[in-house]
Structures are given as C-alpha cells and as structure tokens.
C-alpha cells in the first residue's frame, strides 16, 4: 500500500508529543484520564456524533469498541396499542373511585384500561468491533483519556522500542466514527480487525479494506423477533504502508506505518436506504486525510462545548489524579470542586455527542449508547414520560445547547400523531395524549403494568420541554409553528377529559397515577396505584395551562379557547399538605404503602415548574422539603442515579446550598462509575446489577446549574444556592429564561461581579440574595453588574 507522507507526519508529531508528555497527563487538555483500560463497559469512554456512538474501552493490545445506532429498534408501529374496553369502562371505574372503592376501580383499570406492548420495541446495541494490536513486549506508560473539548477518546502507551497513540471520535459533520492508530517507528504497526460478538442477527463480510455488518434489529422480549430496522456497517481500513488481507474473519494488517478506520452505521428507519448511505458516508471520507477529518469534528463539536466554561476552584493535589481516584477520593469525603466542575460539562459533553439538532431521534433511556442491559430488563431502552426522558433535556437551554433540543421536539411533534388516535379511542376526547413510555414508532397509549401503565400526562410533561425552549430563546417562530400547536391540542384534550370531582367542585383527572408510587386504599387496606387527580397531574396541567394563556396572548390567536383555559385552570385542585406536614401526593392525604420509593413526582411543583418556591409560597415549600426528608431518611431509601439528581435540583431550587452540595457529591460518588458515567442503581427497580442511564449525568449537570444561576418567576437570581465548599470561582456562558447570556464570578463566598447580555432589548430584575436591581438591558450587547447595584428589599 502507499504511504501517506501528510497523515504520518501528523503521526509522528503526536508520537514526538506523546514520548514528552507520558509521564503527566496534561489536565487541561485530558480532564477524564487514567491510568489502565476499562474492564466493565461502565468503565469505558463515550464518543456520538448524535447518532452513531461508541464506547471505548482502550485495551493496550486488545481495544473494543461497542458501536451503537440511534435507530437500531426493534418492535413496530402499534396497532392495537388501546385496550378496546377502555372507553365504555371509563365512567363506572371514575364513578368507584369517587365512591371509595379504590381496590375494585383498581382492579377494572387493570383489566380494561392498560395498554397493549407486544410490538413495543427497544434500542439496541450493535456489535463490538475488536482490534487486537500485535506488540513486541509487555506495555508501560499507558494513558487513557477522553477529551471533552476535542470529544477525543485516547490511548497511549509504550511498547518496546515504540510509543503507540490511538484516537476515536465520532464525527457529526461527516457522520463517521474515525479511529486512527499510529506507532513512532515506521512498519511497527500489525492488527487484526474483525466484529466481536452481536446481539443482533446479521452477516459479516470483508473484502477490498471493507469489513462489513448487515443486520437487522429483532428481539424477542418486547417485540415478536421479527419486526425493527435493517441496518449496516460498513468499516473502510486504510492502513499506510504495509500490508492489508481480508478474510473471513475480518482484516489483518502487517507491518504497518498508521492505520485509519472509517465507520459508517446506517439503518432503513423512516425509509432510509443503510448500505447507500454507508457508501455515500465513506466515499466522501476515504480521499481525504486523517488531518482534515479530525479538524473539521473539532470545530464542529468545540463551536457547542465552548459556549460554557466552569471553574469551582481546584485542589491542586486531587486534580493530578487520575479521573477515577478522584472519584473514589470523594466517596471517601474529600472536597474535590473541580470534579464538580468536570461533572457538569460532561453532562454538557454528553448532551452534545447524543443529541445534535439533525439527530433522527432524542437521547433514550441511554442515550445513543446503550449497554445491552435495559434492553434486556422489563422497562427496556426507550423514552420515559415519566421523568427519565424530560431529565435528560434539563440541561440543554441553561448550558447553552439549545440546538440540541431539536429531536426532542420532533418526538413529541410525532407523538401527537398517534396520541390523536389515543385521545379519541380511549377517551372520547379532542386533542391528543400519551402516558407513560413511548418508542421509536410513536407508540401513545398507557403502559401494559400498575403502578405505572396509567400515568397519563407523560405527554404533557414532555412537551413542555417545548415550552422550555421558547422561554429561554424567545423564537417567536418555533413556538407558532411547532410548540404552540402541540400546547393548544394538549390543553384540548384536557378540557374534554376532565371530570368535576362530585364533592370537591375540583376539575381532576383521573383514572391516573403518581408515578411509580402506591397508596394503602382506605376501603380495603391493600396497596394501590390508581386514583383521580394525583398531585403530579395537578401540577402539570396547570403549567400546560399556563403555556397555552401566555403562548396564545404573545401571539394573539385562539382567545375564546384562551378564556375556556382560564376558567378550566381556576377550577383545579389546589396544592395540598398532609397530615406529617408533607407536600400531599395524591388528591386524599393516603398513607404511602412504599414511603422510601424513589419517585417524588409530585415534587416537580418545585422543579423543574414554579409553582412552589420559598419566597412566593414559603408554607408549601416547607411541605416538600418534609416530603424529600421524609422519603431519603426512610430505610432503604432507593437512593438511585437520577432520582440523587433530582434532590440536587430540589434543595438549589430550597436555596439550600450545602444540602445540593451534599447531594451532588453523593451522586458523584454513589451513583456514577470509574469514568463518571451514572447507572442505576442494582436492587433497585428490578435491576440485578448497575445498568448505565444518561439521565443522573444530564440531570446532576443540571443541578449545578441550577446552583449558580436561576431565572424563574420572572427574576435573574445570581448564586442562588452557592455552597461553602464552592468559596471562589467563576461560570461563563450560561442561558437563562428571556434569551439571556449570563457569566458568574465570586470570591470569599460572595459575588464579585457579572455580565449579562440579553438577544434582544428588555428590562431585568436581578437578584443577588435578598437583594435586586433593576437593569435595562440593549440588544446584543453585555452589561456589567457589580455589587453596589443592589439594593435592600423594601421594608414590610
């Protein structure tokens, strides 16, 4: 083979680097480093392109890949989703929760009103592809890092007379994954690449440099093994110098300078053809250098992750270690701020490698990666309506990635689809509705188990991320044409579903759930889930609400539609407090049959809505700070991944610094691995062993977030919950609610001082403390907020 002289010098002048820098890794640059391969997929280091993604293990001799494809599902589009009994059986089933008999309306809820699964589906993984390297001798000096700025993965280490360096990224402008390895001495290099083992069924084949998968996505435990996507891989090596032999096992390179790995995963989901795309991909690539492919996925990925820049301060000891003695360093109780600091822009990190504006489909249960393991258990890889889902957008406007809502939106534009279908079949009912879960295919209709199938404002919830996205950029467009008629036709739906409680005069919703909770019924004493009007229903219908009046005011349509949301909002339960003092979860003060559960969905009160805060309705906030205390100090508490992430948002939104603190540690520390990534937790939810989920990455990032800056109620609240253990640093980059970019710096435990710049001329009360100001803000250009600008609330 020929040599590409301009690709190994490239080569050799990182090898020249990487003899000079072995020995210390450069922190700035390798923020997420170590000192040995990963044993356990948790282990390993995440590269997507917001489609394609990759795990890398980093094996010296032996490196593993396991490659992934947003749209490898299985299952179809459902056809007989809606039990055909639900809607006759829906008044007599209202009719015996408002008379008392909870265990028997329970019981025509299972019967009648739970979904059909059967063709539901889940993502899964492709394949492993393997590169065993042929060395002299045993290794030394070895370093594996992922670099977060760069989004390179990066192994390299020594071998004999020779250093060897290797590099994987997955690029979003030419929608490859790109593996490059390279040895300082010319000739050095000799591998054999070949897949490893599949989960899925397929063919291999190798011939021409092409090692190729074809496939298709079957499974036989959520779906019938024979409906998902047809998808391929197509791997172009093009090894300089040397030798390259294809046979049935895969390609085998001798003798080798470098050698480049272009990887290319289609499918045929939503009509697209796998093995042109792969071909189109490749043949775009293949001619250009090694050099050009990496600078453009630099430029394209750092354009995003620039956006943010955190520092919490840095013990200088600590942040020479190694990423996952760190880790351990904070489980152990050390303070360690700048591992906060890197958990927050990996959660950034993350955001961006699973979800770019192009994206077919929105980050999953694990996002573009996924580890085999939720696919294989009863709640599968797909997207939770329940919180999971909207966790792992949490993140996205207040870290300054708003693009990466994009596939988020389109989702629930699908959705409504099918959950037009949902409303009139189910409930008789205008507008559209899902509940709980749905999948790749826009699946709408309530979940096949109690105690979770008939949470039925899963849809509401996730489509005021929608809502969300227009607060924080004020595109008047967007929200005409996608968010507003997915808001309008959600509130629709409601007003023709929900029923006058008989004696309380409230509207309610109902048959419905607090996801994933049970009651004890007081008719019979046994646990039950259903009931009407949850707590969570409650709060999310009047935020649903709420959109739609302001939304339809800020464009001047639908005013009579307006005034019947008015009217219908007024008429709503109120937030109640229980018995223990506790933020009431469900419409009657019932005992909890699980009080350490995980779920506090009725806490969304508090965040991610505004419906309780300290300073606007003090009572309620004590109510569910009694709630959260009350369910993490029960034993056995079922102290998971996003579930921690949730408290650190809960006690910042509280003001309550070090109690978010505390908690971030903790979710650091107990429920994220060696490299970072979050699981959930093994014993928890059915799970034998810790399965990764984005959603303690994105939401804990969020949390931080969440810590040093605040913008609802109409307020710009600088360091609203700044713990001690934070007493100096700064945040660059923010966004907050009003198309506002805001950037932090304290010192001592106290504002130093802040920029603030707004997309558009408008007027802005800060707060710092108990402390405002009021500031006049020009398009497009910063404003320098000092100190002396605030001043003391008004007296009474």
């Known amino acids: 083979m020929k040599s590409n002289r301009r690709d190994f010098m490239l080569g050799a002048m990182a090898t020249a680097a990487l003899n000079s820098s072995l020995a210390m890794p450069d922190i700035k640059k390798t923020p997420i480093w170590f000192e040995h391969p990963a044993d356990r997929w948790l282990q390993a280091l995440p590269v997507g392109n917001g489609r394609l993604g990759a795990m890398v293990f980093g094996g010296a001799s032996r490196e593993r890949l396991h490659l992934t494809e947003s749209t490898l599902w299985s299952g179809a589009v459902a056809v007989d989703g809606v039990n055909s009994a639900a809607l006759k059986s829906l008044p007599e089933i209202r009719n015996l929760f408002f008379a008392g ?16 699964g059967s063709e539901f589906g889940t993502a899964l993984p492709m394949a492993f592809l393997e590169i065993e390297t042929i060395l002299p001798t045993e290794t030394s000096r070895y370093r594996r890092s992922l670099d977060l700025e760069e989004a390179i993965a990066r192994v390299e280490f020594a071998a004999g007379d020779a250093t060897f360096h290797r590099e ?44 190729a998968l074809y496939g298709h996505a079957w499974e036989s435990l959520h779906s019938d093994g024979k409906h998902g996507t047809r998808f391929e891989c197509q791997i172009q090596v093009i090894p300089e110098s040397g030798q390259m032999h294809s046979s049935k096992e895969g390609i085998a390179i001798q003798a080798a300078d470098a050698v480049t790995l272009l990887i290319a995963i289609a499918s045929d989901f939503r009509g697209g053809e796998p093995e042109e795309a792969c071909s189109t991909s490749l043949s775009a690539a293949r001619s ?93 890889d797909d997207f939770h309506l329940d919180i999971n889902t909207q966790q792992n957008y949490w993140l996205c406007e207040v870290g300054n990635l708003g693009e990466c809502h994009a596939p988020l939106a389109a989702l629930v534009e699908r959705l409504t689809v099918g959950g037009s279908q949902t409303a009139r079949e189910m409930y008789g009912a205008e507008g559209w509705v899902a509940h709980v879960v749905t999948n790749a295919w826009g699946y709408s209709a309530p979940g096949w188990g109690l105690g979770w199938g008939m949470f039925m404002t899963g849809g509401v919830w996730i489509a005021l991320q929608l809502w969300e996205h227009y607060r924080f950029t004020g595109d008047q467009a967007f929200l005409r044409e996608k968010a507003y008629p997915v808001l309008r036709d959600a509130a629709r739906f409601f007003l023709s579903y929900m029923i006058e409680h008989p004696t309380k005069k409230w509207l309610v919703t109902g048959p419905s759930n607090s996801p994933e909770n049970w009651f004890i019924a007081p008719d019979t004493g046994k646990p039950c889930s259903d009931s009407m009007g949850p707590t969570c229903d409650r709060v999310l219908v009047y935020s649903l609400f709420s959109a739609c009046i302001q939304a339809s005011e800020a464009l001047g349509l639908d005013e009579t539609l ?39 969905s009725h806490l969304i009160a508090l965040y991610p809505e505004d419906q309780i805060s300290p300073d606007k309705t003090p009572a309620l906030a004590a109510a569910a700070r009694v709630t959260i205390e009350r369910r993490i100090h029960q034993p056995n508490w079922e102290d998971t991944e996003w579930s921690r992430a949730n408290l650190v948002n809960y006690y910042a939104r509280l003001l309550d610094a070090d109690a978010a603190h505390r908690q971030l540690c903790g979710l650091i520390a107990h429920a994220a691995d060696d490299s970072l990534l979050t699981y959930s937790r093994g014993g928890v939810a059915g799970a034998e062993s810790n399965i990764f989920a984005i959603d303690g990455n994105t939401a804990g990032a969020a949390g931080v977030a969440e810590m040093l800056l605040q913008s609802q109620g109409g307020l710009l609240h600088l360091l609203p919950a700044l713990p001690s253990a934070w007493p ?31 997309d558009h001329e408008t007027d802005v009360t800060v707060r710092y403390r108990s402390r405002t100001a009021k500031v006049h803000l020009r398009g497009g250009t910063e404003q320098s907020i000092s100190i002396a600008m605030f001043r003391e609330p008004e007296a009474g």
């Open 101 to 116: 008999r909870y265990t028997e309306a329970e019981e025509l809820c299972r019967k009648n009103l739970l979904g059909n």
């Open 168 to 211: 994987v990224f997955a690029s979003h402008p030419d929608k490859l994954i790109v593996v490059r390895i390279e040895s300082s001495k010319r000739g050095k290099l000799s591998c054999n690449i070949a897949f490893g083992e599949s989960r899925l069924p397929g063919e291999i084949t190798a011939e021409a440099g092409i090692l």
């Open 288 to 380: 250009r250098s090694y050099e050009s492919l990496r600078e453009a996925h630099i430029a394209d990925h750092s354009a995003l992750y620039r956006r943010v820049s955190i520092d919490l301060g840095q013990d200088e000891n600590l942040s020479k270690l190694p990423t996952d003695q760190r880790r351990k360093r904070l489980e152990a109780g050390a303070d360690d701020p700048g591992l906060c600091a890197l958990f927050f822009q990996y959660g950034r990190y993350l955001t961006i490698a699973g979800s770019r504006e192009d994206s077919p489909l929105p980050l999953a249960l694990q996002g573009i990666w996924n580890d085999g393991l939720a696919a294989a258990m009863g709640w599968t």
């Open 562 to 600: 307006r005034a019947r949301i008015v009217t219908a909002q007024d008429s709503l339960p109120p937030l109640q407090i229980g018995k223990y003092g506790q933020l009431q979860e469900w419409l009657e003060d019932f005992e909890e049959a699980e009080p350490n559960h995980r779920h506090t």
């Open 728 to 758: 100096t640093g700064s945040v660059r980059g923010l966004r907050a609610r009003g198309c506002i970019t805001v950037s932090i710096f304290w010192r001592g435990g106290r504002l130093s001082s802040a920029i603030v710049k707004a």
